[in-house]
Antibody
Framework: QLQLQESGPGLVKPSETLSLICTVS??????????WGWICQPPGKGLEWIGS???????YYNPSLKSRVTISVDTSKNQFSLKLSSVTAADTAVFYC?????????????WGQGTLVTVSS | EIVMTQSPATLSMSPGERATLSCRAS??????LAWYQQKPGQAPRLLIY???TRATGIPARFSGSGSGTEFTLTINSLQSEDFAVYYC??????????FGGGTKVEIK
């Protein structure tokens, strides 16, 4: 049973880079059985997919954020990370890391608890 | 980008009733649709994938149907723990993966 946990600063200044880490337990992050992703949810609003990464290292990003997003994997620590540059107040959201174990379905059956990141000076 | 539209925005129901939630895609997504449930302060939980396959541990009162552009999540005999927000998500044509705006099922 996979477990995911987000970590990182809860407050980021405008124009800076938001950095979050997702630590995975209960499975290997480099297994071909899984792929990983980040989803955000502004306060009181719906879900927005940020991007995903496969065990091979292939990444896929939301075109609306692509120029500012980097997702990477650290297999030695069984973690994957999110970097979002040049943040503004509009990037304030709960950020979830998530995993998928269902072959053929790009949905997410494992989720972290989420972490609120506020962009403010 | 495929736009997912959910209706209604809010559904007022009584426990024991059947709830029917709709999700429409801006173009055909075959059967590549998932449904999630989210309760306040919690992460979303996968309910359904592939339009109609229940995820592990999901009760049989949750069922999904549809294909192409029109999809439905049905919750038979609403339980108190079912009052939540429900999101649909397409994964037929991505990136980006896209979610609907959500339907809140509230107690009447």
């Amino acid at each position: 049973q996979l477990q995911l946990q987000e970590s990182g600063p809860g407050l980021v200044k405008p124009s800076e880079t938001l950095s979050l880490i997702c630590t995975v337990s209960g499975g290997s992050i480099s297994s071909s059985s899984y792929y990983w992703g980040w989803i955000c949810q502004p306060p009181g609003k719906g879900l927005e997919w940020i991007g995903s990464i496969y065990y091979s290292g292939s990444t896929y990003y939301n075109p609306s954020l692509k120029s500012r997003v980097t997702i990477s994997v650290d297999t030695s620590k069984n973690q994957f990370s999110l970097k979002l540059s040049s943040v503004t107040a509009a990037d304030t959201a709960v950020f979830y890391c998530a995993g998928n174990s269902i072959a053929g379905a790009a949905s997410f059956d494992y989720w972290g608890q989420g972490t609120l990141v506020t962009v403010s000076s | 980008e495929i736009v997912m539209t959910q209706s209604p925005a809010t559904l007022s129901m009584s426990p024991g009733e059947r709830a029917t939630l709709s999700c429409r895609a801006s173009q055909s997504i075959s059967s590549n649709l998932a449904w999630y449930q989210q309760k306040p302060g919690q992460a979303p939980r996968l309910l359904i994938y592939g339009t109609s396959t229940r995820a592990t541990g999901i009760p049989a009162r949750f069922s999904g149907s549809g294909s192409g552009t029109e999809f439905t999540l049905t919750i038979n005999s609403l339980q108190s723990e079912d009052f939540a927000v429900y999101y649909c998500q397409q994964y037929n044509n991505w990136p980006p993966l896209t979610f609907g705006g959500g339907t809140k099922v509230e107690i009447k």
